[in-house]
């Protein structure tokens, strides 16, 4: 590899100290004896367009994007992948061979192999999902569950008119649940997802009773500090297949780092090991 060029990727966002991808992308470089480096790029919000053009002049391959910059740095993309342009927001920049920049949405592929990680006879189109939240991660995962068959997505989320913007974006399939309904919205779902922040480390926890949800449904966390929040625990005493959001974090990373470093990595358990390792 001694004649292989040195590539440096990072992680765009304001703040990124809390941030674990330079532990996951600097682990894999290592893994495969790669040349190059993964660095926090804190960047603030006014100052998002003139980093973002300064990749290529830096001699960056790309970098992820994180809070609160997906959205906003969209519209300095040269080229939208698909499904980015579905979410409405970017999580990796690859600079391309002529300076162009092309903006992925990562986040609802990593999340969808999460679940199959978790148990592979998963089927997106079992039954109607149930998502909680209506950010950016809860649309990347609503645009993967519909191209994984979902017949029915149930939105719910603490402002009700975020829900319905969101739903309004994507058609039938996707209802919108008062806020106060949630808990009798679980009846017949095969997937509760929470996307919300409740449950995080530092968070209060998330107020839903689980009564109605049938015990065959799998239930998934995007938090993953802690690895297992309060949801999850009720959930696994119930007897719930249950998924929490380390697995989306790591698989979403794969075609990032592909895209950056010519190698698609794998997701090990020393992989795991060293990102909890920094929790």
């Given at each position: ?5 040195f590539?440096l990727a ?8 809390h ?6 992308h600097?682990?894999?470089i290592?893994?495969?004896?790669l040349?190059g ?5 804190p ?9 973002i ?19 906003s740095?969209m519209?300095?993309m ?5 499904a ?10 690859v ?21 199959r ?8 189109d079992?039954?109607p ?6 950010g950016?991660?809860?649309?990347a ?5 519909l191209?994984?068959g ?5 939105i719910?989320n603490?402002t009700?008119?975020?829900?319905q913007?969101?739903a ?5 399939r996707v209802?919108?649940?008062p ?8 009846a ?11 449950g995080?480390h530092?968070?209060?926890?998330l107020d839903v ?17 802690p ?7 009720q ?6 297949r249950t ?10 990373a794969?075609p990032a ?13 020393e ?7 920094t929790?």
């Open positions: 590899m001694s004649d292989s060029p590539v990072g992680v765009m966002g304001w703040p990124v100290a941030t674990r991808s330079p532990a996951i600097n682990h894999w290592a893994k495969y004896g040349k480096a993964y660095v926090q790029l960047v603030q919000p006014e100052r998002l367009e003139a980093a053009r300064g990749l290529a002049a830096l001699g960056f391959a790309g970098c992820n994007v994180t809070v609160p910059h997906k959205e740095a519209r300095f040269d080229e939208l992948h698909p980015a342009r579905r979410v409405a927001a970017i999580n990796t920049i600079v391309q061979p002529d300076g162009r920049l092309l903006g992925m949405n990562n986040d609802g592929a990593g999340y969808i192999q999460s679940l990680d978790a148990d592979a006879t998963w089927r997106g079992a039954g999902a149930l998502v909680l939240g209506a950016g991660a809860a649309r995962i609503v645009v993967a569950l191209d994984e979902a017949p029915e997505l149930h719910t603490r009700l008119e975020r829900a913007a969101l309004d974006d994507f058609g039938d209802k919108v649940v806020w106060a309904e949630r808990n009798e919205a679980m017949g779902v095969s997937l509760l997802v929470n996307t919300t922040s409740l995080m530092g968070q209060a926890p009773a689980l009564d109605a949800l049938p015990l065959e449904a799998m239930v998934s966390d995007a938090v993953y500090i690895l297992e929040t309060p949801l999850l625990a959930a696994r005493m119930r007897g719930h998924v929490n959001g380390l697995g989306m974090l790591l698989n979403q794969r780092f592909q895209s950056w470093f010519g190698v698609l990595p794998d997701v090990t358990p992989l795991r090991a060293a990102v909890q390792a929790f």
